[in-house]
């Protein structure tokens, strides 16, 4: 199973309401008419994250297939060129990006009703290769963040090596999602021994500091 990852910002003069309202309604439904997707779910940020600026993304949208092959196979049919064109209506173009991934599930559970999504945007050290980055994020950096108290489900999104061996360069090496109840329960999580933890890991295998993330509410839309 492969999972695009794409990520973008509304489109210049749109509310943050219609922006949502539009993706959940009428795009979804051009989505969903797409040959070979198996599970879309919708990210959208969380209203707390507009209180003070706009937050780094407006949406985060997961998509999976059963393979690349199945991916590129809609370039060409109708259906994904009325979804490109649909984008136009809501997003900003320039502020686009997508990433194909293999996904790898920390903590497996359920997206609890009301939960809430930290979505992070992950950077390799720049002396470290792709290898070391993915092994060390999922066998070492993934049980020490899944002892943070309280979260529900935690998954990896991991950059396919296909992509660094054809030469690109991702904009990110990998994405996590990190699904807690609601707000307190994230803000508490902030506050402990294990995700203190989990913070002085990220040294040791990918830039750390204040780390690009949007806050958000997932939606899953029944395929």
């Known amino acids: 199973m492969v999972k695009l990852v794409a990520f973008f910002r509304r489109k210049a003069g749109i509310s943050a309401d219609a922006f949502q309202e539009h993706w959940r309604t009428r795009h979804a439904e051009l989505v969903l008419r797409q040959a070979g997707i198996r599970r879309y779910v919708q990210n959208h940020a969380h209203a707390s994250g507009y209180r003070n600026r706009d937050p780094l993304y407006d949406g985060v949208a997961e998509a999976w297939f059963d393979s690349t092959e199945d991916m590129r ?5 109708a259906e994904y060129r009325a979804v490109r064109e649909d984008e136009a209506n809501f997003i900003d173009p320039e502020s686009m990006g997508a990433l194909i991934t293999n996904e790898v599930l920390i903590v497996d559970g359920p997206i609890p009703k ?7 945007f992950l950077n390799k050290r720049e002396d470290v290769s792709v290898d070391f980055f993915q092994r060390h994020w999922r066998e070492e950096h993934g049980p020490i963040a899944a002892e943070i108290p309280g979260m529900r489900r935690y998954a990896q999104s991991h950059v396919r090596p296909g992509i660094y061996a054809a030469g690109r360069t991702p904009l990110y090496d990998g994405v996590p999602l990190a699904t807690f109840d609601g ?8 506050s402990t021994p294990e995700y203190a933890r989990t913070r002085a890991d990220e040294a040791n295998f990918m830039l750390s500091g204040r780390l690009p993330f949007v806050v958000t509410e997932a939606l899953e839309i029944e395929v």
Do not use: P, Y
Not at 73 to 77: K, P, V
């Open 73 to 77: 196979a809609l370039g060409s049919s």
């Open 114 to 120: 009301g939960g809430i999504t930290m979505i992070s």
């Open 183 to 190: 707000l307190d329960a994230l803000r508490h999580s902030g």
